[in-house]
C-alpha cells in the first residue's frame, strides 16, 4: 500500500496524491510484461539460456504465459535445440491466440470498452507473422539434424507467407523436397521483390546440374543461372529483434561485424557459383572455358581448395603444364590430407613422367607413393589413438579454451553482481544453450567432422557435459536448500517451544488481565472527574501533606486558635485542586493514549503470536519443501546417470562413425597406391621398352645421341601450349 | 565471422554437392549408394538420441525451475519478500551508470552498469536488483541514480518512496523515465499490484 511518494523534480503533495488514490480504480499490473520485459534484459546481454530460464521461472510463477511471451519462449528454445516443446508451443499458437481474444472480449464486456480487444487485434497480427519465423526457423533446424520428415511436416504448418519471407520459405522447400519440387508449395505472393535470392537460383542451379546427368541439356540452363548469380552483388536484409531471435546464428554482433559477415558472404556465395560453372565445363570437356573461370578466382576464398584442383585439371587439359604443376605441388603442400590432394599427387606424377623424362616419372611416382604410404601410416596412428581414448571431447582439442569457455559463461552474469547485492539466483546459472564447438587439432578428424551427422553427434556430447555441469550446480543447489530446510525445521522447534513455556506461564492471559484491571480505574477515574487521580508526583505529596495537616488540625481540636491555620490551608487546597483542574483534560487525554498504546500493543502481540501459531501449525509447508527437495534429489540423480547412458551411446555411435570414416579413407588410400604402382610399373616398363629400343639401335647404329635426345622429350600429347 | 562460418552460412541454404561431384572426375565412388541407405538407417537413430537428448534438457530445466520457487519460497516467502527493478525508458536524456538503494537509510543494493547492460535497459530489459525480506510495517526508500547527460556531463537523479510492507510480497519498479517537456531525466517509482 502507497503512503506517499516523492519525485525529486516533481511536485506533488501527499494531500493531491491521496485524492488521486481515492478517485483512480486500483489496476493490476500487467505481470506478463513485466516478467516479459526481466527475460529481455538477460536477452539483450547475449544471455538466451538466462532468458529462457527467466521466462520458465516467469511461467511457474504466472501458471500461463500470453501469447508475446509464449513465442519468446519458442524462440529460445529453438536456440537451445529444444526443438519438440518449441513446435508444440508453434502449432497450438492458433488455439492459443483464440482463447486470448475470447478473454479480451469478456474483459470488454466487464470494462465496458475496445481497449482489450484493440490490443489483442494489435498483438495477434504481430504475432502471426512471429508464428511464421518461428516455423520457417525450426524446418531449418530439423533440415540441419538431416530429420527431412520433420522439416516436411513443419512447413505443412505454415498457411500464408508474406513477401518479405519468401525466398526463406522457398530454400527451405527446396531442401526439405530435394531434388524434387514440393507440389503443396504456397504461390509467391505478389508483392514479392526478393525472388532473386541467390540461396534460391544456386539451389536451382544445382538441381539442374542433377538433372543434367540424365539429360544433358539441362546443363544450358545451370549454367546460365550461375553466370547470372557470380555477377550479382548481393546485400542481406536487415534483421528485426524477432528474425535476430528465431532465425539469425550471428546474434548481437556489431554493425561492423554484421559489414563484414554480408560482404563475406556475398564472397562465398559468386565464388560458389564460379566454381559450380567450372566443374559443369569440365564435365562437358571445355577446359579452356573452365580455366578462363577459375584463372580470376580468389586467393581468399573458402572454396579455396576445390577450385585449385579444378583449376589445375583444367590447365592440364589446355595444356598450361607449368601452371598445373605448380598448382598440383601446392595442394600437395598445403592439404596433405585430402583427397583432392591425393588425386592431384597423382596427376602431377602422371604430368611428370609424360612431359619430362621416364626416370624423373618414376622417382615422382616413388616420391607419391611415399606419400601414400605416410598417409597410410598417419591414418593408422589416428585410429590406434582415437580407438584408445576414453573422454572423445579431450581427444585432440585444439580449441581447449573453447571448450573452457562454458564455465565462464555459466558464471559471468552471476559474477556480474557486486558482492553487497543478495540477488543470487543459482537458477540464472543454469545455461541449456549451447555455445561451445568442438573443433580438433587432428587433420583426419577435422574432415571427418564435414559430416553433418557426426558434427551432430559430438554436438550433443558437448550438450551432454554442459547438461552435467548445469546438474552439479544444481545438486550443490539441492544441498545448500537441504541446510535451510534444518535450519527452518530448527527455527520452527524454537518457536513452538518459546510458544508453549509462554502458554504455561499464562503471559497473555496476565497481560491482557492487567489491561483489563487498568481500563477499569481508568474509566471509573474519568467518570468520577477524579482529577487528583492524575496528580503528578509533586502533586501527590502536596495532597498527601494537606491531608496530614488536616488530619493534625482536627486533632489540636479546640485546644488551640487553628483558623488562620485553617484559612492557608484551604488556600493552599483551592490552589492545588485549580491546577488539578486546569490539567485534567490534557492529563486524563495522555493517559487515555497510554490506554490506546497499550491496546495496540498488546493487539500487536496477539498478532505475532497469531502468526507464531499458524507458524507451528505450518509442518505441512514444511513437508512439502522437504518432499519437493527428496524429489529433486531423485531426479537428479536420475538425470545424471540417463545423461551418462547417453553420453555413452553417443561415444560408441561418434567412434562408429569415425571408424567407418577412417575405413573408408583407408579404402581410398589403397587404391591410390595400388594406381599409383601400377602407374609406375607402367612407366618402368616404358623405360624398359626404351631401353631395349636403345640397346638395339646400339647395335645397329652408333647414333647414341639421337636417341638420348628422343628419350629425353616429352610426348607430343603433352606439350605446353602458350 | 571467419571464413569457415561464411562457408557455413552459405552451405546452410544450399546443398553441398560440389564434393561429390569434384571426385567424380576420376574416381566413381561405388561406395555412394550403400552410405546412402547406411545414412538414412542412422539418421533415424541419431533423431532417436537427439530426441533424447532434447528430453532430458528439458527436465534439467524443469528441474531448475522447481528448484528456484523451492528456494524462493524457503528464503524469501511472500510475507516478507521485497523486490526492487531498475527499468529505463528511452535513456535519452540519462544513460545510466550505477544506482544506489537504501531502505530506512540501510544501503540493500548497488549497481554499475556495463555498456552491454545500459543498452539492456534501455531496448526495455527490467532488472531485478534487489530480492530481500522485510518484516510489516512502515518504510522509506531511496534511490540515487548516476548517469551522464546528453552534454557529458555526470548527473544525479534521486528518488524517494514511502511505503507498508503487509503480508504479501512488494515490487517496486524504479523507472528512470524522459521527460521531454524538461529535457531531463526523472525517477518514477512504481509498485506493482499483484
Redesign the interface.
Same mark, same amino acid.
Not at chain 2, 107 to 112: K, M, P, R, Y
Not at chain 2, 124 to 132: R, S
Not at chain 2, 157 to 164: H, I, K, P, Q, T
Given at each position: 500500500m502507497c503512503l506517499t511518494t516523492t519525485v525529486y523534480g516533481e511536485s506533488s503533495t501527499e494531500d493531491e496524491q491521496d485524492k488521486n488514490k481515492q478517485n483512480k480504480p486500483v489496476i493490476k499490473t500487467d505481470l506478463q510484461d513485466k516478467y516479459y520485459r526481466q527475460a529481455l534484459y538477460y536477452y539483450f546481454q547475449g544471455y538466451p539460456a538466462q532468458a529462457l530460464t527467466q521466462v520458465e521461472q516467469s511461467k511457474a510463477k504466472l501458471t500461463q504465459l500470453d501469447s508475446r511471451s509464449a513465442l519468446f519462449e519458442a524462440g529460445l528454445q529453438l536456440s537451445a535445440g529444444l526443438l519438440q516443446p518449441a513446435k508444440e508451443t508453434l502449432i497450438n499458437f492458433e488455439t492459443f491466440l483464440e482463447q486470448e481474444r475470447i478473454a479480451a472480449e469478456k474483459a470488454n464486456l466487464e470494462d465496458d470498452n475496445d481497449e482489450h480487444t484493440e490490443k489483442h487485434q494489435k498483438r495477434a497480427v504481430k504475432a502471426k507473422e512471429l508464428r511464421l519465423i518461428a516455423l520457417l526457423s525450426l524446418t531449418d533446424q530439423y533440415l540441419a539434424q538431416g530429420d527431412i520428415s520433420q522439416a516436411k511436416d513443419t512447413l505443412t504448418k505454415i498457411t500464408t507467407v508474406p513477401a518479405v519471407y519468401y525466398p526463406e520459405y522457398y530454400v527451405l522447400n527446396q531442401l526439405a523436397y530435394w531434388p524434387e519440387k514440393n507440389k503443396n508449395l504456397l504461390a509467391k505472393p505478389e508483392d514479392s521483390t526478393n525472388e532473386n535470392s541467390p540461396y534460391i537460383q544456386l539451389n536451382e542451379a544445382l538441381r539442374l546440374i542433377e538433372l543434367a546427368q540424365a539429360d544433358a541439356t539441362h546443363y544450358d540452363l545451370a549454367i546460365s543461372a550461375l553466370q547470372q548469380i557470380k555477377v550479382t552483388p548481393w546485400h542481406e536484409e536487415e534483421s528485426s529483434f524477432w528474425k535476430t531471435l528465431f532465425i539469425d546464428d550471428a546474434k548481437l554482433t556489431s554493425p561492423a561485424e554484421k559489414l563484414q559477415i554480408a560482404k563475406l558472404q556475398s564472397q562465398a556465395i559468386q565464388d560458389y557459383a564460379k566454381l559450380l560453372l567450372a566443374q559443369i565445363y569440365i564435365s562437358q570437356q571445355q577446359y579452356d572455358l573452365a580455366f578462363v573461370e577459375l584463372k580470376t578466382f580468389p586467393g581468399e576464398s573458402p572454396y579455396q581448395e576445390s577450385a585449385l584442383f579444378l583449376f589445375a585439371f583444367a590447365s592440364q587439359q589446355v595444356k598450361q603444364y607449368t601452371i598445373s604443376l605448380n598448382l598440383l605441388n601446392l595442394l600437395i603442400k598445403d592439404y596433405p590430407y585430402s583427397p583432392l590432394s591425393w588425386q592431384s599427387a597423382e596427376l602431377m606424377a602422371a604430368q611428370v613422367s609424360e612431359q619430362q623424362s621416364l626416370a624423373q616419372g618414376v622417382s615422382a611416382y616413388q616420391s607419391v607413393e611415399s606419400f601414400f604410404v605416410q598417409r597410410q601410416q598417419d591414418l593408422s596412428d589416428f585410429s590406434r589413438e582415437f580407438n584408445q581414448s576414453h573422454n572423445l571431447l579431450t581427444f585432440s582439442v585444439s580449441q581447449l579454451s573453447n571448450l573452457q569457455l562454458s564455465n565462464e559463461v555459466l558464471l559471468e552474469p552471476a559474477m556480474q553482481h557486486p558482492p553487497n547485492q543478495e540477488v543470487i539466483n543459482i537458477g540464472d546459472r543454469v545455461d541449456v544453450v549451447n555455445t561451445v564447438e568442438y573443433f580438433p587439432k587432428s587433420v583426419w578428424l577435422q574432415q571427418a567432422l564435414a559430416d553433418v551427422e557426426l558434427a551432430n553427434l559430438y554436438q550433443s556430447l558437448i550438450d551432454i557435459d554442459q547438461q552435467t555441469a548445469n546438474l552439479q550446480l544444481l545438486k550443490d543447489k539441492t544441498a545448500w536448500l537441504a541446510q535451510i530446510i534444518t535450519l527452518n525445521q530448527q527455527r520452527k522447534a524454537k518457536i513452538v517451544t518459546s510458544k508453549k513455556l509462554r502458554e504455561e506461564q499464562g503471559t497473555f492471559a496476565l497481560l491482557n488481565n492487567e489491561r483489563d484491571r487498568l481500563a477499569a480505574i481508568h474509566a471509573q477515574q474519568l467518570a468520577n472527574e477524579d482529577k487528583a487521580a492524575f496528580a503528578n508526583e509533586v502533586e501527590r505529596e502536596w495532597l498527601s501533606r494537606i491531608e496530614n495537616s488536616y488530619k493534625a488540625l482536627n486533632a489540636i481540636g479546640s485546644q488551640k486558635n487553628t483558623e488562620e491555620y485553617k484559612e492557608r490551608l484551604a488556600r493552599v487546597e483551592g490552589v492545588l485542586a485549580w491546577q488539578l483542574a486546569q490539567q485534567f483534560p490534557q492529563r486524563s487525554w495522555a493517559q487515555t493514549k497510554q490506554l490506546q498504546q497499550l491496546n495496540k500493543a498488546i493487539d500487536e502481540a496477539t498478532a505475532k503470536q497469531k502468526n507464531i501459531e499458524r507458524i507451528s501449525n505450518t509442518q505441512d509447508a514444511i513437508d512439502l519443501s522437504i518432499n519437493k527437495h527428496n524429489q529433486s534429489e531423485t531426479q537428479l540423480i536420475s538425470l545424471l546417470s540417463q545423461l551418462a547412458q547417453l553420453r555413452e551411446q553417443i561415444s560408441i555411435k561418434i567412434k562408429a562413425k569415425v571408424n567407418a570414416y577412417i575405413e573408408e579413407q583407408n579404402v581410398t588410400l589403397a587404391e591410390h597406391v595400388l594406381t599409383t604402382r601400377q602407374s609406375m610399373a607402367n612407366v618402368l616398363e616404358r623405360m624398359a621398352v626404351a631401353d631395349k629400343r636403345l640397346s638395339s639401335q646400339l647395335i645397329t647404329s652408333p647414333e647414341k645421341t639421337s636417341a638420348e635426345k628422343d628419350f629425353s622429350q616429352p610426348p607430343s600429347t603433352m606439350k605446353e601450349t602458350d | 565471422?571467419n571464413?569457415?562460418?561464411?562457408?557455413?552460412?552459405?552451405t546452410?541454404?544450399?546443398?553441398v554437392?560440389?564434393?561429390a561431384?569434384?571426385?567424380?572426375?576420376?574416381?566413381t565412388s561405388i561406395?555412394e549408394q550403400s552410405a546412402t541407405i547406411n545414412?538414412e538407417t542412422?539418421?533415424a537413430?541419431?533423431?532417436e538420441?537427439?530426441?533424447? #537428448?532434447?528430453?532430458?534438457?528439458? +527436465?534439467? %530445466?524443469? !528441474?531448475?525451475?522447481?528448484?528456484?520457487?523451492?528456494?524462493e519460497?524457503?528464503?524469501f516467502p511472500a510475507s516478507t519478500q521485497i523486490a526492487i527493478?531498475i527499468?529505463v525508458d528511452t535513456g535519452q536524456f540519462f544513460a545510466i551508470d550505477s544506482v544506489e538503494v537504501k531502505i530506512d537509510n540501510k544501503?540493500?543494493?548497488?549497481?554499475?552498469y556495463?555498456d552491454?547492460?545500459r543498452?539492456? #535497459?534501455e531496448?526495455?530489459?527490467? +532488472?531485478? %536488483?534487489? !530480492?530481500?525480506n522485510l518484516k510489516v510495517g512502515?518504510y522509506q526508500l531511496t534511490a540515487i541514480f548516476t548517469g551522464i547527460d546528453p552534454e557529458g556531463r555526470t548527473v544525479k537523479?534521486?528518488?524517494?518512496?514511502?511505503?507498508?510492507k503487509?503480508d504479501d510480497a512488494q515490487?517496486i519498479?524504479l523507472k528512470v523515465v524522459d521527460?521531454t517537456s524538461?529535457y531531463?531525466s526523472?525517477?518514477?517509482?512504481?509498485?506493482?499490484?499483484?
Open positions: - | 565471422m571464413k569457415f562460418n561464411s562457408v557455413k552460412a552459405v546452410t541454404f544450399v546443398r554437392f560440389i564434393g561431384l569434384l571426385l567424380a572426375i576420376s574416381f561406395a545414412n542412422n539418421t537413430s541419431d533423431t538420441l537427439a530426441l533424447q #537428448l532434447e528430453h532430458l534438457k528439458s +527436465q534439467v %530445466l524443469q !528441474l531448475n525451475r522447481e528448484l528456484f520457487i523451492l528456494e519460497d524457503l528464503l527493478f527499468s544501503e540493500v543494493a548497488g549497481f554499475l556495463t552491454r547492460q543498452k539492456a #535497459l531496448q526495455g530489459g527490467i +532488472q531485478k %536488483l534487489y !530480492l530481500g512502515e537523479r534521486a528518488a524517494s518512496y514511502d511505503f507498508e503487509d515490487m519498479e521527460d524538461t531531463r526523472k525517477v518514477v517509482v512504481e509498485e506493482w499490484v499483484l
